[in-house]
């Protein structure tokens, strides 16, 4: 998850959708890892990065239903 063009100035719907979509394109096959694309630093919102987890947990369970 990018955290300087979504984490920091998105909305949480855009990091919901963003969150599903890497789960749709690094799922299949298995082994997937999401994760910010480095850190979660200080500027990002912390209702992003609750909305990264919420999705993640919602939709990141196999069978992946992203």
Same mark, same amino acid.
Do not use: F, Q, W
């Given at each position: 998850?990018?955290?300087?063009? /979504?984490?920091?100035?998105? =909305?949480?719907?855009? !990091?919901?959708?963003?969150?599903?979509?890497? @789960?749709? #394109?690094?799922?299949?096959?298995?082994? $997937?890892? /999401?994760?910010?694309?480095?850190?979660?630093?200080?500027? !990002? #919102?912390?209702?992003? $990065? =609750?909305?990264? @987890?919420?999705? @993640?947990?919602? $939709?990141?369970? $196999?069978? !992946?239903?992203?």
């Amino acid at each position: 998850m990018d955290c300087s063009h /979504l984490m920091t100035p998105g =909305t949480p719907e855009e !990091v919901a959708a963003a969150t599903r979509e890497a @789960l749709r #394109k690094g799922a299949p096959g298995g082994g $997937y890892i /999401l994760s910010s694309s480095n850190s979660i630093h200080s500027t !990002v #919102k912390p209702e992003n $990065y =609750t909305a990264m @987890l919420s999705t @993640l947990r919602r $939709y990141g369970r $196999y069978p !992946v239903s992203a």
